[in-house]
Protein backbone atom coordinates (compact mmCIF):
# COMPACT_ATOMS: atom_id res chain seq x y z
CA UNK A 1 0.00 0.00 0.00
CA UNK A 2 0.91 3.59 -0.67
CA UNK A 3 0.46 6.97 1.02
CA UNK A 4 -1.63 7.73 -1.63
CA UNK A 5 -4.11 4.27 -1.19
CA UNK A 6 -3.81 4.64 2.73
CA UNK A 7 -4.79 8.68 2.32
CA UNK A 8 -8.23 7.34 0.23
CA UNK A 9 -9.17 4.89 2.36
CA UNK A 10 -8.88 6.65 5.77
CA UNK A 11 -10.84 9.37 3.95
CA UNK A 12 -13.47 6.74 3.34
CA UNK A 13 -13.67 5.57 6.70
CA UNK A 14 -13.97 8.86 8.09
CA UNK A 15 -16.77 10.32 6.16
CA UNK A 16 -18.47 7.30 6.58
CA UNK A 17 -18.37 7.36 10.21
CA UNK A 18 -19.70 10.79 10.15
CA UNK A 19 -23.05 10.19 7.81
CA UNK A 20 -23.55 6.98 10.23
CA UNK A 21 -23.44 9.52 12.95
CA UNK A 22 -25.38 12.35 11.33
CA UNK A 23 -27.60 10.25 10.33
CA UNK A 24 -28.50 9.01 13.57
CA UNK A 25 -28.19 12.32 15.27
CA UNK A 26 -31.12 13.86 12.03
CA UNK A 27 -33.52 10.74 13.06
CA UNK A 28 -33.34 11.20 16.70
CA UNK A 29 -33.71 15.41 16.09
CA UNK A 30 -35.66 15.74 12.80
CA UNK A 31 -35.42 19.54 13.02
CA UNK A 32 -31.17 18.83 12.75
CA UNK A 33 -29.74 19.90 9.89
CA UNK A 34 -26.66 18.10 7.70
CA UNK A 35 -23.50 19.51 8.75
CA UNK A 36 -21.40 19.41 5.09
CA UNK A 37 -18.10 21.00 6.99
CA UNK A 38 -18.75 18.05 9.59
CA UNK A 39 -18.58 15.89 7.01
CA UNK A 40 -15.11 17.43 5.24
CA UNK A 41 -13.43 17.78 8.90
CA UNK A 42 -14.14 13.89 9.13
CA UNK A 43 -12.90 12.80 6.12
CA UNK A 44 -9.89 15.22 5.87
CA UNK A 45 -9.12 13.55 9.64
CA UNK A 46 -9.85 10.42 8.64
CA UNK A 47 -6.94 10.31 5.95
CA UNK A 48 -4.69 12.26 7.98
CA UNK A 49 -4.71 9.97 10.65
CA UNK A 50 -4.11 6.92 7.88
CA UNK A 51 -0.90 8.21 7.73
CA UNK A 52 0.22 8.23 10.67
CA UNK A 53 1.54 4.76 11.05
CA UNK A 54 4.41 5.51 7.81
CA UNK A 55 4.81 9.04 9.75
CA UNK A 56 5.79 7.11 12.78
CA UNK A 57 7.37 4.07 10.99
CA UNK A 58 8.31 5.41 7.72
CA UNK A 59 8.63 3.24 4.79
CA UNK A 60 12.41 3.65 4.31
CA UNK A 61 13.11 -0.03 3.79
CA UNK A 62 10.56 -3.24 3.42
CA UNK A 63 10.56 -4.41 7.14
CA UNK A 64 9.73 -1.19 8.40
CA UNK A 65 6.59 -2.18 9.87
CA UNK A 66 6.98 -2.45 13.67
CA UNK A 67 4.82 -1.65 17.03
CA UNK A 68 2.57 0.92 15.16
CA UNK A 69 2.08 -1.37 12.36
CA UNK A 70 1.08 -4.18 14.45
CA UNK A 71 -2.03 -5.54 15.90
CA UNK A 72 -0.98 -5.17 19.61
CA UNK A 73 -1.13 -1.23 18.85
CA UNK A 74 -4.47 -1.56 16.66
CA UNK A 75 -6.25 -3.14 19.93
CA UNK A 76 -4.83 -0.85 22.23
CA UNK A 77 -6.58 1.88 20.66
CA UNK A 78 -9.38 0.29 20.47
CA UNK A 79 -9.26 -0.14 23.69
CA UNK A 80 -8.33 3.50 24.74
CA UNK A 81 -11.30 4.94 22.85
CA UNK A 82 -14.24 2.20 23.20
CA UNK A 83 -13.41 0.84 26.61
CA UNK A 84 -16.30 1.12 29.66
CA UNK A 85 -14.16 4.61 30.19
CA UNK A 86 -14.52 5.85 26.93
CA UNK A 87 -18.28 5.69 28.05
CA UNK A 88 -17.80 9.10 30.66
CA UNK A 89 -16.77 11.17 27.87
CA UNK A 90 -18.53 13.74 26.13
CA UNK A 91 -20.69 12.31 23.06
CA UNK A 92 -19.07 14.16 20.35
CA UNK A 93 -15.44 13.93 21.65
CA UNK A 94 -15.81 10.07 22.21
CA UNK A 95 -17.47 9.83 18.74
CA UNK A 96 -14.46 11.87 17.06
CA UNK A 97 -11.88 9.85 19.04
CA UNK A 98 -13.42 6.36 17.77
CA UNK A 99 -13.45 7.19 14.32
CA UNK A 100 -9.85 8.50 14.62
CA UNK A 101 -9.12 4.81 16.03
CA UNK A 102 -10.73 3.55 13.30
CA UNK A 103 -9.14 5.37 10.17
CA UNK A 104 -5.59 4.41 12.00
CA UNK A 105 -7.09 0.68 12.07
CA UNK A 106 -8.01 1.09 8.33
CA UNK A 107 -4.06 1.78 7.67
CA UNK A 108 -3.34 -1.68 9.76
CA UNK A 109 -6.06 -3.81 7.87
CA UNK A 110 -4.74 -2.42 4.56
CA UNK A 111 -1.14 -3.17 5.24
CA UNK A 112 -2.42 -6.80 6.72
CA UNK A 113 -3.50 -7.70 3.13
CA UNK A 114 -0.08 -7.32 1.52
CA UNK A 115 2.14 -10.22 1.30
CA UNK A 116 4.46 -8.52 4.29
CA UNK A 117 1.21 -8.20 6.16
CA UNK A 118 1.48 -6.85 9.77
CA UNK A 119 3.15 -8.28 12.96
CA UNK A 120 1.12 -9.67 16.30
CA UNK A 121 3.21 -7.10 18.67
Not at 75 to 84: F, W
Request: charged share 15%; hydrophobic share 45%; with cysteine.
Amino acid sequence: MNARQHFAIGVGVGLVLNLLKQGVQMQLDPTRKFKWLELAGYGAIGGTIALVPDMIEPASHPNHRAFFHSATCGGIAVYATHGEHAQKWEPEARHLAQSVCWCYVSHLAADATTPKSIRFI
